[in-house]
């Protein structure tokens, strides 16, 4: 199993509980899409899951690893060598080229190698961004090229866990499709398992499950 929540309870400070889950498990090499209302919550459970945010309280297990239990520091290492996240927003640093965003964002973990460069030019390449546009600003890339740069920089660890919040938002029909067929590919490609949130629910057919949190959430029910 790569995720496993079990009893998990999770309120902002002073606020009412958000999520009380149960329990709710992926399957490693699984593609589960999360849909939500807005609010719902879906992004936090995101957080939650990548450690970014600490549950209040219960379990949450990934690829075998009591990851509530680990503290903050210990929680980011864990998440630099096993999660690629894709935020909506992509989150480059403006004035580093797609190369050094990849590369910077990776720094952290212990699995970066030595041809780093060449890792990250490869999945550019894999991911068809033009070479001529590699060593351009991220702030000069289109937004469907900055997307790009935003997986790859995700799977540059070849992440067992990936986790994608509303990452085609931005996008148009066609990007969109280039951003989900690329997505699935490199998924299958290092069998990594995938939770993905979205509005749109024209993606869901590209997955094995599609989840409502408010159908796993009793908080609030
Ligand atoms: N830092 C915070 N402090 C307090 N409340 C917060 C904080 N961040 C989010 N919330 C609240 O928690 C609830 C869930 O937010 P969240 O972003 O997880 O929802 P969502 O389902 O991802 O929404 P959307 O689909 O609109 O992106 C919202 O009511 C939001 O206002």
């Known amino acids: 199993m790569s995720v496993v929540l079990q009893d998990l309870i999770f309120s902002y400070h002073d606020h009412d509980t958000l999520l009380n889950i149960s329990r709710w498990e992926v399957a ?3 593609k589960v899409f999360l849909q939500g209302e807005s609010g719902s919550g879906k992004s936090t459970l ?3 899951i990548a450690g970014i945010l600490p549950a209040t309280s219960g379990q949450i297990t990934l690829l075998d690893e009591r990851v509530d239990q680990l503290n903050q520091r210990q929680r980011d290492r864990f998440r630099a060598g096993n999660i690629g996240y894709i935020f909506q927003q992509f989150n480059l640093i403006p ?3 797609a190369v050094d965003n990849i590369l910077l964002a990776n720094e952290f973990s212990k699995k970066v190698k030595r041809n780093g460069i060449a890792r990250a030019q490869e999945l550019l390449e894999q991911l068809k961004l033009p070479d001529s546009v590699w060593r351009l600003p991220g702030q000069s890339l289109s937004i469907g090229q900055q997307q790009r740069v935003a997986i790859a920089r995700a799977l540059f660890n070849s ?3 990936i986790i994608a919040d509303e990452p085609t938002s931005a996008l148009d029909q066609k990007n969109r499709i280039a951003f989900m067929t690329t997505l ?3 998924c ?3 069998q990594s398992t995938l939770i993905f949130v979205s509005h749109d629910p024209t993606l869901a057919c590209d997955f094995d499950r599609t989840d409502v949190l408010a159908d796993i959430n009793r908080a609030g029910a």
């Open 188 to 190: 299958d490609a290092y």
């Open 46 to 48: 995101l957080n939650l």
């Open 159 to 161: 992440p067992r866990l």
């Open 95 to 97: 004035y580093l080229n």
């Open 28 to 30: 490693a090499g699984e």
């Open 184 to 186: 699935m590919d490199l």
